[in-house]
Nanobody, 124 residues
Framework: QVQLVESGGGLVQAGGSLRLSCAAT????????MGWFRQAPGKEREFVAS????????NYVDSVKGRFIISRDNAKNTVYLQMNSLKPEDTAVYYC?????????????????WGQGTQVTVSS
């Protein structure tokens, strides 16, 4: 069983930055691939970024490439999402997710565990 707790959301002006954190319980964090997803009002949950268990491979949705960076610290059981050059269209609830022994299809929502979400609001 893994519990995920996101933090770091808030209100920021366009062009600003935020860093989201997702802390995981348990001692097997390194066995989980991690992903960040977001959901805006009235829209479906969408993939934002993923990172493999070792952190060697990352993937991003096209709309955030060059602006967002996903990283992880397995010693701290934490995954991060550094968000730069934020735009109003990035406004959403951001969720982290864990997929046991995940390797492929990390853009899909079929993860094993989800956090409760953290609100990110970007004002224009």
């Amino acid at each position: 069983q893994v519990q995920l707790v996101e933090s770091g959301g808030g209100l920021v002006q366009a062009g600003g930055s935020l860093r989201l954190s997702c802390a995981a319980t348990g001692r097997t964090f390194s066995t989980y691939a991690m992903g960040w997803f977001r959901q805006a009002p009235g829209k479906e949950r969408e993939f934002v970024a993923s990172i493999t268990r070792s952190g060697s491979t990352t993937n991003y949705v096209d709309s955030v490439k060059g602006r967002f960076i996903i990283s992880r610290d397995n010693a701290k059981n934490t995954v991060y999402l550094q968000m730069n050059s934020l735009k109003p269209e990035d406004t959403a609830v951001y969720y982290c997710a864990a997929k046991y022994l995940g390797v492929r299809n990390l853009r899909n929502t079929n993860y094993d565990y989800w956090g409760q979400g953290t609100q990110v609001t970007v004002s224009s």
